[in-house]
């Protein structure tokens, strides 16, 4: 890319990404690479540089094997979320990156979900729903011996455990909407840390040694969760908490220290801090961005993963003690001075709506746009509901905003990131008053030179369900939409889903049995008489969260209607494109649309 242009949609797609999946004691740090077209794991040596380890047919990530130079691999096929296990050895440097069948099956059942949770010296623990393709199990295998020991299989949707010797700390969902519950398991006895109908998330849950007492993050009683420890005898203690926004910790191995992170506004900041929540010392990262982290055996080393709008991916080697950060990868290296600084970094927002609340929202503002597109805007949702908007790279919002399109990246009530009440407010019966505030964000954009006669949706999951709801239920306010593996019917949706996730997405958006009228009302596909916008649809045939089906049946609708709609399906992904190859086809085709029916010629 010379000076004088922008980065393109492909300029920006051919970007590697980076992430941090372990670190050993040596401080060399297991990453994922997406260089070669997805995900694959790259050993980064502070001394020897990066070496790729895997070349497999889709996205992987791994853990080192602690003691042995060993990494246990977790990969899928096709993006079908059937996660198997494999070892790869290290004991040799292999001459090339290990393809599928150079790796050592480890645990396989592809009928089956099998997600790697955690690792100890000699054994490896996951979460499996092979029991009866709906509750997930909890097991540890004894990779000398190959025996397995069921330690949890009380049922539910186990979305995270910790291991300290014999004791098991799960996370599992529970009956209220965006809720968790913590259990530990001691030889064979499971113990409720919290209570099952606690409205309140409990993540990042973490053993501290000999098994006794857990510190999470927790929003019990409160609206941002706080850093907590919770006693053998059900003694809470708050270590570090704010009244502005969410706190979470994670703990070294031998319990000496805690990182710290502050989650605010779509960033994160990070220190470091003993036990008992005292500031030991602070770490200044290179830039404003989402951080991921892992602590080496001994605690005295971290590896952090950055990403940020400007940066797709930095790899950071932390001294715990001194907060010193080396720089292992600069994802801006990649780039020419002039595409950096083509780049733009969004400004935080709060925009007004109808009952006096406030949406949190990003604004990417072009720079001499083009006078076709000046005053477009492509409002971007994301995907949950109970996910978040947040400081990291997006080449879609880097093209949209280089071809001269104003960017929003709003976080409608039912986001989390800014407190229980707000991520509360679109549960069940208060669905559609997310999907009011689309009109709310419509009405506010001439506030920052917006033209609302030419507002675009797009957005992907649950973003595309709002994507289609916006059309539908508000016909008239938007000049196009893209809609990326989106739901257009609750019913169908909920129908059809893979069984382990109906239950859990039926507590969010009703229950089929109960809630069967609102949920027909709160379908995209219900309101079809009314839609007359451009609709450009994306989808992977192997999607095991929202069927493919959702797609077809509005691309079939609208169809018969005549209004205009484009599907391109991807037999080789699932619920999102993790293939470059596939992004490089879909993108530019979606942002090209955008451009057509957003210029003031259209």
């Not at 076709?372 to 409002?379: I, T």
């Amino acid at each position: 890319m010379t000076s004088s242009t922008k980065p393109t949609i492909v300029d920006l797609l051919e970007l590697h990404s980076w992430t941090v999946f372990d670190v050993d004691e040596a401080g060399r740090v297991l990453a994922g690479s997406d260089a070669s077209g997805s995900t694959q794991l790259v050993e980064i040596d502070p001394v020897h540089g990066a070496r790729p380890l895997t070349a497999l047919p889709g996205a992987c990530s791994g853990r080192y094997l602690p003691g042995r130079r060993a990494v246990v691999v977790e990969h899928d096929n096709g993006g079908d979320e059937r996660s198997q296990l494999s070892l790869l050895s290290l004991d040799r440097p292999p001459a090339a990156p290990a393809a599928l069948d150079s790796l050592t099956p480890l645990v396989h059942d592809p009928a089956y979900i099998h997600s790697l949770v955690d690792v100890e010296s000699g054994r490896v623990v996951y979460r499996t729903n092979r029991r009866n393709g709906v509750d997930f199990d909890v097991v540890v295998r004894d990779l000398d011996t190959g025996v397995e020991k069921v330690v949890y299989d009380a049922g539910g949707y186990v979305v995270d455990v910790d291991v300290e010797g014999g004791t098991v700390a799960v996370t599992v969902l529970s009956p209220p909407p965006a809720s968790t519950q913590i259990r530990l398991v001691r030889a064979g006895t499971a113990t409720d840390v919290t209570a099952a109908d606690d409205h309140a998330m409990h993540v990042g849950v973490s053993l501290l040694p000999g098994g006794t007492n857990v510190v999470m993050s927790s929003n019990h009683g409160r609206d941002f969760r706080a850093v907590v420890r919770v006693d053998g005898d059900g003694h809470w203690a708050t270590l570090v908490e704010s009244d502005e926004y969410d706190v979470s910790a994670l703990p070294s191995p031998d319990g000496s220290r805690l990182l710290v992170f502050r989650h605010v506004d779509g960033g994160d900041e990070l220190a470091v801090h003993g036990p008992e929540g005292t500031l030991r010392t602070g770490i200044t990262l290179p830039r404003r961005g989402v951080a991921t982290a892992v602590w080496s055996p001994g605690s005295t080393l971290l590896a952090v993963g950055l990403n940020s709008p400007t940066s797709p991916g930095d790899v950071l080697l932390i001294d715990a003690s001194t907060g010193e950060v080396r720089v292992l990868v600069d994802g801006t290296e990649q780039m020419g001075p002039d595409f950096h600084a083509a780049l733009v970094e969004p400004d935080s927002v709060r925009i007004p709506t109808r009952d006096g609340e406030a949406i949190p929202c990003f604004v990417y503002r072009p720079s001499g746009p083009s006078p076709e597109l000046a005053g477009s805007v492509v409002m971007n949702i994301h995907g949950g509901p109970e996910a978040q908007a947040q400081r990291t790279f997006s080449a879609v919002n880097q093209a949209l905003v280089a071809a001269g399109h104003i960017v929003l990246v709003p976080n409608v009530r039912g986001s989390i990131g800014y407190g229980k009440r707000w991520y509360s407010m679109d549960d069940v019966r208060l669905r559609l008053e997310s999907v009011q505030d689309l009109v709310d964000i419509r009405t506010w954009v001439p506030t920052i030179g917006g033209d609302p006669d030419r507002v675009a949706l797009y957005g992907g999951s649950y973003g595309g369900y709002m994507v289609l709801a916006g059309l539908t239920m508000h016909p008239g306010l938007w000049a196009a939409g893209v809609d990326i593996v989106g739901i257009s019917s609750l019913v169908t949706f909920l129908r059809n889903t893979s069984e382990y996730r109906r239950a859990v997405r039926e507590r969010e958006y009703g229950s089929l049995e109960r809630d069967h009228d609102f949920l027909v009302k709160a379908s995209p596909l219900t309101h079809l008489d009314a839609i007359d916008t451009p609709l450009f649809v994306i989808h992977g045939a192997n999607d095991p969260r929202v069927p493919l089906s959702e797609s077809e049946q509005i691309k079939a609708a609208l169809d018969a209607k005549g209004v205009p709609c484009t599907l391109k399906v991807y037999d080789d992904e699932g619920h999102g494109l993790a293939k470059r190859a596939n992004r490089l086809d879909a993108y530019p085709a979606a942002i090209e649309f955008l451009a057509a029916h957003l210029s003031v010629a259209s």
